[in-house]
């Protein structure tokens, strides 16, 4: 290749922030002219590697803003231990389609029986499509909102969740909401369903019992499943908990036993004493 010209490709490139097509240019020109590429050919074949590192740097920074707890994909879910979740109703969500049509998803269940694992996974799939997604838990957002709203920045944290792809509201019902943290995280289910925007959350409460979620305001609770429920999947997970079922094949006693036996003992030392 003209040392002249090589230097001018070189630099425009750099110049385009193409680094990994420069860094390829010499090796491909080499190639190029070892197989008689076409122009074509050489064009699309020293970009390819661009738009892959690209894609790879896109997928790495939404994981990193989504701030998953725990990396975890729909692969690795374990349908065996669940065979009444529908796994094909878990396939077509994969696709991803629901979030081009604003769709909610909503998993209920009890502790335990994989209601994250999926939520997490739906994520993760999110981010590897080149979407932004944002991870919380409903208390850790409730927080979040009352700060922003002591601060005088309530209206621009709720513009920046309408921003990402997909919300993703984790543990809503496991703690109880205040007045203010209730109505703040009805706000959210607003501006996600103004924007047509998908939220997935996962619950260990039935809808019945979400006006206790929602600071035991039943208008507000209904007001807020008429939206999430619009245009909605909602999954229920009836199975045993995981977590139940590795302390049985370990011998250890249900939670509940266990804690009974405690304190069980603690009574006995106490009454010898």
């Known amino acids: 290749m003209n040392s002249l010209y090589e230097q001018k490709a070189l630099t425009s490139l750099e110049s ?10 010499d090796t491909t020109c080499q190639q190029a002219a070892a197989g008689q590429w076409t122009y ?14 690209r894609r790879r740097r896109t ?6 803003f989504a701030r998953f707890p725990v990396p975890k ?31 909610n998803l909503v998993f ?23 979407h932004r997604v944002y991870f919380t838990t409903a208390t850790d957002l ?21 921003q990402p792809k997909l919300l993703v509201i984790d543990e809503i019902g496991y703690l109880r909401l205040d007045a203010t943290q209730a109505s703040l995280l009805f706000q959210v289910i607003c501006h996600r369903y103004d924007k047509n925007q998908a939220i997935v959350l996962t619950s260990n409460k039935p809808f019945t019992e979400w006006g206790e979620v ?16 619009h245009r909605c999947t909602v999954i229920n997970i009836r199975g045993e908990s995981y977590r139940l079922k590795e302390r049985k094949a370990a ?11 405690l304190l069980a003992e603690h009574a006995a030392k106490t009454k010898v004493e």
């Open 142 to 162: 409730a927080r979040k909102l009352t700060t922003a709203m002591e601060q005088n920045r309530l209206h621009r944290q709720l513009c920046a969740l309408t």
């Open 40 to 53: 074509s050919h050489f064009l699309g074949y020293l970009l390819e590697g661009e738009i892959v590192e």
């Open 16 to 25: 385009l922030g193409l680094s990994v097509a420069k860094e390829r240019l």
């Open 108 to 130: 209920l269940g009890p502790p335990g029986v994989g209601k994250t694992h999926l939520a997490i996974g739906l994520g993760v799939m999110t981010c590897e499509m080149g």
């Open 73 to 103: 994909r729909l692969s690795d879910f374990d349908f065996a231990a669940q065979p009444a979740l529908d796994r094909r109703l878990i396939d077509e969500l994969a696709t991803g389609r629901f979030l081009y049509e604003g769709r």
């Open 251 to 261: 011998g250890i006693p249900p939670q509940s036993e266990y804690s009974a036996a």
């Open 59 to 64: 997928v790495e920074l939404n994981l990193q």
């Open 214 to 229: 929602f600071c035991g305001d039943a208008v507000m609770a209904s007001a807020a499943l008429d939206r999430l429920l």
